[in-house]
T-cell receptor
Framework: QKEVEQDPGPLSVPEGAIVSLNCTYS??????FMWYRQYSRKGPELLMY????GNKEDGRFTAQVDKSSKYISLFIRDSQPSDSATYLC????????????FGTGTKLQVIP | ETGVTQSPTHLIKTRGQQVTLRCSSQ?????VSWYQQALGQGPQFIFQ???????GRGNFPPRFSGLQFPNYSSELNVNALELDDSALYLC?????????????FGPGTRLTVL
């Protein structure tokens, strides 16, 4: 069993929809949680960085962490075609991007 | 586009050869991490360098080694290449000891081992 599980998709939604992306994990030592967006043939781009449980909002993006359930989510409001990309969850035991463990990524397509 | 650059963009090697990949960090960043991303997978952490010292290593054999230079640029060296080493190699820079918590990735080097 992988430490971080993420549904690979693909996930297709109409423009303007609310998108929900999720990951589960097995290692209770994870304390730092990240979401990245990766366009085709590009490096990942950090979207959200959170510590421990709770919510964090940045523009159209909201990250949620539920450590009791070992479950993290990324919500995208008012989705746009430019949001079409692969979304990677990631987590680590310590800060500073040390030994980060990534999920496999969920491919999202937003249809105009 | 980030300020992290990587070279070369693409590389083809044969099994058993050695390869060196290079990374130039974002201005002001003193930490660099290297990742291997196989097709259809998430990146896997290889190691991190801070102040020219290895600062954590993932589950990769010793034939994967690195260097960080005083200007914070970095190299990833892979010896005795195997077919399974074919992947996208990504470097990412960050600044240790700040609250900004921003990490920037380069575009990657696509390595093909034949």
């Amino acid at each position: 069993q992988k430490e971080v599980e993420q549904d690979p998709g693909p996930l297709s939604v109409p423009e303007g929809a609310i998108v929900s992306l999720n990951c589960t994990y097995s290692n209770s030592a994870f304390q730092y949680f990240m979401w990245y967006r990766q366009y085709s043939r590009k490096g990942p781009e950090l979207l959200m960085y959170t510590y421990s449980s709770g919510n964090k909002e940045d523009g159209r993006f909201t990250a949620q962490v539920d450590k009791s359930s070992k479950y993290i989510s990324l919500f995208i409001r008012d989705s746009q075609p430019s949001d079409s990309a692969t979304y990677l969850c990631a987590m680590s035991r310590s800060g500073g991007y040390q030994k980060v463990t990534f999920g496999t990524g969920t491919k999202l397509q937003v249809i105009p | 586009e980030t300020g992290v650059t990587q070279s070369p963009t693409h590389l083809i090697k044969t099994r058993g050869q050695q390869v060196t990949l290079r990374c130039s960090s974002q201005s002001g960043h003193n930490t660099v991490s290297w990742y291997q991303q196989a097709l259809g997978q998430g990146p896997q952490f290889i190691f991190q360098y801070y102040r020219e010292e290895e600062n954590g290593r993932g589950n990769f054999p010793p034939r994967f080694s690195g260097l960080q230079f005083p200007n914070y640029s970095s190299e990833l060296n892979v010896n005795a290449l195997e077919l399974d080493d074919s992947a996208l190699y990504l470097c990412a820079s960050s600044k240790a000891g700040t609250s900004t918590d921003t990490q920037y990735f380069g575009p990657g080097t696509r390595l093909t081992v034949l």
